[in-house]
């Protein structure tokens, strides 16, 4: 289930990069230190474009609610994943804010997500532990959860939101 995963340097190890995971590794900056993963309610495919507007929304929030009127970005990379049990979800790397502890941000993400229309809460349950995660800033972790998130990114990159980001 994706929102158990913890990635960890075997993921990297086990299998062949793909050329868009070699390519989508040099938007990782390393300053980024959080892993999310956040998903939405049913069992059918959103298209990257229908889900492009809520991930839009959910950073707007955020952004505001971490630098108020200022027009400070939150550096990321999200990728667009589906299964069978989990159906639609996003994976993201980012730099939280550096004046934000790791609980607090990780409190205004879930606040903003679950406010948001038809996203919900299916994946941050308190016990779960794996819908956010720090990333330690070393190059073993930074190839690591890189490689998980872009595992299956498409030859066309259209699962890749570039259009909220």
Same mark, same amino acid.
């Given at each position: 289930?994706?929102?158990?995963?913890?990635? %960890?340097?075997?993921?990297?190890?086990?299998?062949?990069?793909?050329?868009?995971?070699? !390519?989508?590794?040099?938007? *990782?900056?390393?300053?980024?230190?959080?892993?999310?993963?956040?998903?939405?309610?049913?069992?059918?495919?959103?298209?990257?474009?229908?889900?492009?507007?809520?991930?839009?929304?959910?950073?707007?929030?955020?952004?505001?609610?971490?630098?108020?009127?200022?027009?400070?970005?939150?550096?990321?990379?999200? #990728?667009? !994943?589906?299964?069978?049990?989990?159906? #639609?979800?996003?994976?993201? *790397?980012?730099?939280?804010?550096?004046?934000?502890?790791?609980?607090?941000?990780?409190?205004?993400?879930?606040?903003?997500?679950?406010?948001?229309? !038809?996203?919900?809460?299916?994946?941050?349950? !308190?016990?779960?532990?794996?819908?956010?995660?720090?990333?330690?800033?070393?190059?073993?972790?930074?190839?690591?959860?890189?490689?998980?998130? #872009?595992?299956?990114?498409? %030859?066309?990159? %259209?699962? *890749?939101?570039?259009?909220?980001?």
């Amino acid at each position: 289930m994706a929102d158990d995963f913890e990635f %960890s340097q075997e993921y990297t190890v086990e299998h062949k990069k793909t050329p868009e995971q070699i !390519e989508l590794r040099k938007m *990782v900056d390393s300053d980024f230190n959080i892993f999310i993963t956040l998903g939405w309610p049913g069992t059918y495919r959103r298209d990257p474009l229908a889900v492009t507007p809520d991930v839009i929304e959910f950073f707007k929030h955020v952004e505001s609610k971490c630098f108020g009127r200022k027009s400070k970005k939150i550096s990321r990379l999200i #990728t667009l !994943e589906y299964t069978e049990k989990d159906a #639609t979800h996003i994976h993201m *790397v980012l730099k939280k804010p550096d004046d934000k502890s790791h609980e607090e941000f990780r409190k205004i993400v879930k606040n903003k997500w679950q406010k948001l229309k !038809e996203t919900g809460n299916r994946n941050m349950a !308190e016990k779960s532990k794996y819908w956010f995660q720090e990333i330690r800033n070393t190059e073993d972790d930074l190839n690591a959860v890189t490689d998980y998130i #872009t595992k299956c990114v498409k %030859s066309d990159y %259209s699962t *890749v939101l570039y259009g909220a980001m």
